[in-house]
């Protein structure tokens, strides 16, 4: 699981958990904190990120190639973490992979703005080791979002690609568990999702309960 989010108290809190694999970036989300992908690099190395996807920002495929030898030339100078790119699905955005693939066959790439099935499955067939379809938003313009992950898992493994369905965008912690039944291999959320699925309303009932007992219970326990 990965976490979508530029924020350094989120990334602390979230990195203690043990649970998250690395922690995903794209324009939108580091603008809310104001934060450049340069200063984004540089952060995740001094905080110990173990992975990072930046995107890869332009046009045309060969803007966006020039992006990325700014941001290989950037890691050079980080430690301990290691990066990978987010690149839109699009024939721009296809373009600039097979670019990759043929520099640096293992580089991560992970093709992002997916609404559709078609979309993953020339991703997969470019090179992408990692897929993000827009749960809520496909569901905002009415496209069922799990049908499509579906189809898409299915093409994965009927063809036995090495690429993982990252879902992306959700509004309710509901759609992150629909997501994965459907095929989804992972997820990347925000640090509230995540607050959402571990802190279910009747489960703190109960431990409030425990606690409150707790307190009553007779003195002289051997603890």
């Not at 690099?41 to 332009?58: D, E, K, N, R, Y």
């Not at 559709?116 to 496209?143: D, F, K, W």
């Not at 299915?154 to 309710?172: K, M, P, R, T, Y």
Request: net charge negative; aromatic share 8%; with cysteine.
């Amino acid at each position: 699981m990965f976490l979508d989010t530029a924020n350094y108290e989120e990334i602390e809190a979230a990195l203690a958990l043990g649970i998250f694999d690395g922690v995903t970036t794209n324009p939108t989300i580091l603008l809310k904190e104001y934060r450049s992908r340069f200063d984004m690099m540089t952060l995740a190395s001094q905080m110990g990120i173990p992975f990072l996807f930046v995107q890869v920002v332009g046009n045309r495929m060969e803007d966006m190639w020039e992006d990325y030898l700014l941001l290989l030339e950037q890691s050079d100078h980080m430690h301990g973490t290691s990066i990978g790119v987010k690149v839109p699905l699009h024939h721009e955005g296809i373009r600039f992979i097979k670019k990759v693939k043929q520099s640096d066959p293992q580089f991560p790439v992970l093709g992002t703005a997916i609404y559709t099935a078609e979309q993953a499955i020339i991703g997969s067939l470019a090179g992408c080791h990692y897929l993000s379809p827009y749960v809520n938003r496909m569901a905002s313009n009415s496209l069922n979002p799990y049908v499509e992950i579906k189809r898409m898992r299915q093409f994965i493994d009927n063809q036995g690609l090495d690429v993982q369905i990252l879902a992306a965008s959700f509004h309710e912690s509901q759609e992150v568990v629909q997501a994965l039944e459907a095929g989804a291999h992972s997820a990347t959320i925000s640090y509230q999702m995540y607050q959402d699925l571990i802190n279910n309303k009747l489960a703190l009932l109960d431990i409030h309960t425990f606690n409150d007992h707790a307190r009553q219970l007779p003195t002289g326990e051997n603890v």
